[in-house]
């Protein structure tokens, strides 16, 4: 073998302790030029095309017959049926130890020039090699030639919804750019900031967000991009419900634009435009219907004047949840066109920001008792947050497709809900999600007959909604239940205090004729008369399994 492959033969040696010192024995007998050869083909990559390889390589002999020589020794094997000849490491690991073996200057080196290979190259003009010209020149001796790439990488990546990919590229692209001698570029440093805030808002890794967002602050100068992230901050409080906090975020956004002039410009009006939405959504979470009423009047005359498609589908979803709070979630038909409204005034957006709108559009229809298109809705905004990788969406549109499968009464299908919604909450830091699939849990553990787990979960989800910055609005998911096994089992006291915690603001509003029902039972049970707590209590569970509750 020795003699047929030029490998230098060094005769008999100790066996090894590691596979890794077998391979590096291994190649260590290989000759000057074959392991050259395997070397530079371990700075190429896993996978490799000879061409490139040509164009890097600086040896006097034939690289293609080094490579012959290697895939002979089975160090490579060749790819066969593509337009160029590609050469493969038939072992990840034998490549780590080839890449091991080379001095660190020496990698420096040939990185930079597979970087130059790779840019020279009209395969390179596009995006897909973005994160192969930054792989290889952020190990070079000129890691700064590294940053562009790794942006546009992470652009590519965040577009097209690979949202972990595009983090790390931004993190590799920030690292370099910090560590620069010079200075940061602070243009380049903070539209990477900024992108690396917005994938981790989809990850729901809010305070990561923050973070970014607030290192993209530090360098930026220009008012709007000041506001622009300021609005991106409260967007990441908001979600991560600090709604206060993201109120402080729209003060700064709007101390950073500044006051209108006579005549304000459009950017300024979009810009203020997009500060009052932010606003809103905190006012919405946190109750304040008043505050919110204002501002909307306040916004309706320049959002009908100067609104964009996506900023009068902003205005019409604020609209929605107005009416939500003011009407405690027993929607009305006037609400529903709104919701419906905001749908069709999104589709005006290319790319369409679907997924708030839809949802909006889907949740609005469950409420309004329409269940089967709130279901299609639903599904439809499930599956855009599965194509962008948003963590949030994919939480709230699993949640209320199980609400919908419990208005309907189909046990099998809420219990099948129960673990994916538990799952996604988790994964999107919604506890009140996974408290709404522990209280559905108690109602399937309820109609089948098994009371202890019943009771177990639903006071469990009370006590998730209870820890809540803000208070919840669906209690009934939970109380339900417990009701029906009070007065199944006598003890009409329980029964009318866990229908009482079903009746203040801000819980949802029960449809007729279970409310009146509910409120007359309390107010027969305070004024001393059980035997009519009882009967009324009795025909508003009957009510509450017709009307979806039960």
Excluded at 336 to 354: G, I, K, N, Y
């Amino acid at each position: 073998m020795a003699a047929e492959t030029g490998v230098a033969d060094t005769g008999e040696a100790s066996v090894p302790a590691t596979v890794q010192q077998v391979l590096a024995a291994r190649i260590d007998r290989l000759s000057a030029d074959q392991k050259a050869a395997i070397q530079l083909a371990a700075v190429l990559g896993r996978e490799f095309p000879l061409d490139l390889a040509e164009e890097v390589w600086d040896g006097d002999v034939s690289l293609a017959e080094r490579f012959q020589e290697l895939k002979a020794l089975e160090f490579v094997r060749e790819r066969y049926g593509l337009p160029d000849r590609v050469f493969v490491f038939k072992h990840a690991l034998t490549r780590e130890v080839a890449y091991d073996s080379l001095l660190h200057a020496r990698r420096r080196e040939l990185h930079g020039r597979v970087g130059a290979a790779l840019e020279d190259s009209e395969a390179s003009q596009g995006f897909e090699r973005s994160e192969l010209l930054g792989y290889h020149y952020s190990r070079s001796a000129e890691p700064a030639r590294a940053i562009p790439h790794l942006a546009a990488a992470g652009d590519r990546a965040r577009d097209r919804y690979a949202n972990e990919e595009a983090a790390a590229l931004y993190r590799r692209a920030i690292g370099l750019l910090e560590e620069l001698p010079g200075g940061r570029q602070p243009d380049v440093y903070g539209a990477i900031c900024q992108g690396l805030g917005v994938v981790l808002e989809r990850l729901s890794r809010y305070d990561a967000a923050i973070d970014a967002y607030q290192k993209a602050l530090g360098v930026a100068s220009d008012p709007f991009q000041r506001a622009h992230l300021h609005v991106l901050c409260s967007e990441a409080e908001t979600a991560a419900h600090r709604h206060q906090e993201a109120l402080a975020q729209c003060d700064l956004a709007e101390q950073a634009l500044g006051p209108a002039s006579d005549a304000p410009g459009s950017r300024w009006l979009s810009s203020w435009l997009a500060v009052q939405g932010s606003r809103m959504e905190a006012l919405y979470w946190l109750n304040d219907t008043e505050g919110h009423a204002r501002l909307i009047e306040r916004v309706r005359p320049l959002v009908e004047t100067h609104g964009s498609a996506e900023q009068r589908a902003s205005f019409f979803v604020s609209i929605v949840q107005l009416s939500f709070r003011r009407d405690r979630y027993l929607v009305a038909d006037e609400t529903l066109e709104f919701a419906r409204a905001a749908s069709a005034a999104v589709q005006e957006v290319a790319p369409s920001p679907w997924w708030w709108s839809g949802f909006t559009l889907g949740f609005t229809l469950l409420f309004h008792g329409d269940l089967d298109e709130a279901t299609a809705v639903l599904r439809e905004s499930l599956e855009e947050g599965e194509r962008q990788g948003d963590a949030g969406t994919r939480a709230r549109s699993l949640t209320y497709l199980m609400v919908a499968d419990r208005k309907r009464g189909d046990v099998d299908a809420v219990r099948e809900a129960i673990g994916s919604v538990i799952e996604r909450a988790r994964e999107a830091s919604l506890p009140e999600y996974e408290a709404m699939a522990i209280a559905n849990r108690a109602w399937v553990a309820w109609r089948m007959g098994e009371e202890e787990a019943a009771a177990t979960d639903a006071a469990a989800a009370l006590e998730m909604w209870k820890r809540l910055p803000v208070r919840y609005f669906f209690d009934w998911m939970a109380l339900w239940p417990l009701v029906a096994m009070a007065l199944a089992s006598g003890r009409v006291e329980a029964a009318a205090e866990y229908a009482r915690r079903m009746l203040p603001p801000p819980q949802q509003l029960l449809q007729e004729p279970a409310r009146t029902l509910v409120d007359r039972a309390v107010h027969a049970w305070d004024a001393g008369m059980q035997a009519e707590t009882e009967q009324l209590l009795g025909r508003a569970v009957r009510s509450a399994g017709g009307l979806g509750y039960l």
